[in-house]
């Protein structure tokens, strides 16, 4: 689908072989048309076919050209395969390959409709950007609320149930968030140099505010990895005094039952001892026994060892 961008809006175009070289264009294609569309906006066949084919997030710099890759992330499922829409700027053309196209039309009738500036690529570039990154604050905030909520239960679970999953999971959506939001600076600091000076002064003001808006989110996930680790700390604390409680019970155990193991093995030898002919021997030995247990359990009490 081709555009024709003046400064009042954006406009369709029905007819995209009359073209006109004073007049500026944007080109919104799928990545199975696009790579016969290279001539029609100035692009060399084989830097198009090599740079649709990294998706990797970057920016990258060509004489009076600037070429972007950017990921269009879900952050209701963050995977690792996310779609690519990569872009490709130049004086007089903006040429965009995506394969979801009805998202960048949305923006462009949104930038028609209620941006009363004057339109520029810059201005497009802003609103795709701002597009993508709308609702990343709240979503942070709602994941932020999700480490709460599990941090209370390992506090209140006394059943130490195994939260290690729970902890993995979170550590592994916000690993993914950090390098996008670290790539996704790196793309604006390049922006911000305007080596071809393809962006006005007003558009490289918007695209700051959006870079700063995503430095503050890459801090937040910073925040919140830190967070995860000190909750993964002290639920292995907790889990390690779980485990050293049981162990002093056994240990409690074994020490109250030692003296009657011992009293067991002297009487049990085949010997003929004085206490056989006792009319009070068995009797004696039972109050022995259990006056081990009284004095152990009396004594473990007194020293909180349960």
């Known amino acids: 689908m081709l555009y024709l961008m003046e400064k009042s809006g954006i406009y369709p175009i029905e007819d995209e072989t009359a073209l006109e070289p004073d007049k500026k264009y944007i080109g919104v294609y ?82 028609s409709a209620y941006d009363k500036l004057e339109v520029s690529f810059g201005r497009l570039l802003f609103h795709l950007f701002d597009k993508l990154l709308e609702d990343d604050n709240s979503y942070l905030d709602k994941f932020e609320e999700k480490v709460m909520a599990l941090e209370k239960k390992i506090i209140d ?93 056994f240990t409690v155990i074994t020490t109250i039952f030692f003296p009657l193991s011992l009293i067991a093995g002297w009487y049990g030898m085949n010997f003929n001892m004085p206490e056989y002919q006792s009319l009070y021997g068995y009797p004696m030995v039972i109050i022995l026994s259990a006056g081990v247990i009284v004095a152990s359990v009396i004594y473990f009490k007194r020293n909180h060892w349960f």
């Open 30 to 111: 799928t990545y199975e048309a696009a790579g016969a569309l290279g001539d029609k906006f100035g692009l060399h066949s084989g830097l198009l076919k090599r740079t649709l084919s990294n998706d990797s997030i970057r920016f990258e710099s060509y004489d009076r050209l600037d070429m972007l890759c950017i990921a269009v992330v879900d952050l209701a499922v963050m995977k690792l395969d996310v779609p690519i829409m990569h872009l490709f700027i130049r004086e007089n053309a903006f040429f965009i390959v995506c394969e979801d196209r009805k998202f960048v039309s949305r923006i462009l009738k949104q930038i």
């Open 157 to 249: 679970d006394k059943r130490n149930k195994n939260y290690v999953n729970n902890i993995i999971g979170y550590r592994k959506k916000l690993v993914l968030l950090k390098r996008y939001y670290e790539q996704v600076s790196v793309v604006f600091k390049y922006i911000d140099l305007n080596e071809n000076k393809l962006f006005d002064h007003q558009s490289l003001k918007l695209l700051r505010i959006l870079s700063g808006k995503v430095d503050r989110l890459y801090n937040n996930v910073l925040s919140l990895i830190e967070y995860v680790a000190q909750i993964r700390e002290a639920y292995q604390a907790e889990v390690d005094i779980n485990l050293n409680t049981t162990m002093k019970l």
